[in-house]
């Protein structure tokens, strides 16, 4: 039975226009008909706009943002705006979108360094937000007392990352964002601690939080404790905290479902151990650099968290063949394991991949600096398992030669896995 267009429901024709780009819907298709109008229009189709990717589908320089801002504005019905792209936008641009899109509540500007006052500027032009992105942006020059103080009283997400900014403005933050669910402080340097403990506690209802504790110790850490909401936690340098500092920390992340602890040279395996036994909702761990992490608490990891999709123990030295084994056979629903560096594994301990029922779900295993691991392994892994990125000593893939089934090196190198938090806030 063949259908016209017009005889489509309208749950269908709009998964049928979800597969065009934003710029043919505004362009063309809105003009087909009246209900292809509408549905071109519809709020399901206008959750968030990527400009830099419209601006490039237009070849736009700075000097010709009219017409972009004429398309946009024609659709007032966004609810998410995101321009990271430094060179392709004047200082003007948020002014010039603000006017017809009073319902965007989620913003992205970072790494627009070009834009003045972006952080005030965002805060007043757009009256209904809720999630503000201003990553890698120089925020020392904010005044305080021009920020919209309302909106942030609103805000619930908030990323900072990479960002410059003063303590004056941390503590500014602190005293008025009270309903964050979602803050990102990674890869800001030099900030006191009191200032980002006081923001952290001053958000009890904070789910997903990403710090640097590179400056950080107890203080920042009595301040995530009371955290009990939290879903995603991310520390990096941890090299100051002490295993009281993670037993503490941890004490109330029942709930949590992704943990990066990335650097804990003091964490012992003992400590590790006896924390993640209380984890067992965890879907993606991430414990580089961890070195005093043995084969014991890789057992407990394959005991405690069942649910993982994807771990990464890089350069956790200890861990053995007998702890990988244990990985790869309790872990059933892993997709990612990433070993960089485990000088301790060797071919054994990753022979039961050769097994189909031995983690039957992985998708990619990262073997980067890994030497006892002999390649003509790797090349039966791989030509068993052709859905599964295997990475060698080298960082190239270990693939499968379509004309011919001998697994060969690809001549990728230098490979990196995906981080597995890059959907953190």
């Known amino acids: 039975m063949v259908m016209e267009p017009s005889e489509l429901p309208d749950d269908v024709l709009l998964h049928i226009l979800r597969q065009f780009s934003f710029l043919e819907r505004a362009r063309c298709l809105q003009y087909v008909n009246k209900r292809w109008y509408q549905l071109c229009r519809s709020s399901d189709l206008l ?120 303590m004056q403005l941390l503590y500014h933050l602190g005293r008025h964002c009270h309903h964050l669910r979602g803050l990102n402080l990674n890869n800001m340097y030099g900030l006191a601690e009191g ?73 012992s395996a003992s400590a590790l151990s006896s924390t993640l036994r209380g984890l067992t909702r965890l879907t993606r761990l991430d414990l580089t650099e961890c070195p005093l992490l043995d084969t014991s608490t890789a057992i407990t990891i394959s005991q405690s968290c069942p649910s993982l999709t994807a771990l990464l123990l890089n350069w956790c030295w200890l861990v053995d063949d007998d702890g990988v084994a244990a990985l790869l056979t309790g872990l059933t629903k892993l997709r990612v394991l990433d070993l960089t560096g485990l000088k301790n594994l060797t071919s054994q301990g990753l022979r039961g991949l050769l097994q189909e029922d031995t983690a039957p779900r992985l998708t990619e295993l990262c073997l980067k600096s890994v030497n006892a691991v002999s390649d003509d392994l790797l090349n039966a892994i791989a030509g068993q398992r052709t859905h599964m990125t295997v990475i060698n000593y080298y960082g190239g893939r270990m693939v499968n030669k379509p004309s011919e089934d001998i697994p060969l090196i690809d001549d990728e190198f230098d490979y990196y896995p995906k981080d597995i938090f890059h959907e953190a806030v």
């Open 47 to 166: 959750e968030e706009l990527d400009l830099t990717k419209v601006a490039k589908q237009l070849h736009l320089e700075a000097t010709y943002y009219p017409t972009l801002i004429a398309i946009v504005t024609s659709f007032p019905a966004f609810r998410g705006l995101k321009l990271r792209q430094p060179d392709n936008y004047p200082c003007h641009m948020l002014q010039g979108l603000s006017r017809r899109c009073q319902a965007v509540r989620k913003l992205d500007i970072s790494f627009l360094t070009d834009l003045e006052s972006p952080l005030e500027t965002a805060l007043a032009v757009f009256p209904k937000l809720d999630s503000l992105w201003v990553e890698g942006l120089d925020l020392t020059d904010v005044d305080v007392t021009e920020l919209n103080v309302p909106t942030l009283r609103q805000l619930e997400h908030l990323s900072l990352w990479s960002a410059k900014v003063t």
């Open 195 to 267: 200032g980002v403990a006081q923001l952290v506690s001053a958000n009890p209802d904070l789910t997903h939080l990403v710090l640097d504790a590179s400056d950080a110790g107890s203080t920042l850490v009595s301040a995530v404790a009371t955290l009990t909401r939290l879903r995603q936690l991310s520390i990096s340098f941890c090299e100051e905290f002490t295993n009281d500092d993670l037993i503490n920390l941890l004490s109330n992340g029942q709930e949590l479902r992704w943990l990066r602890l990335r650097k804990g040279h003091n964490f």
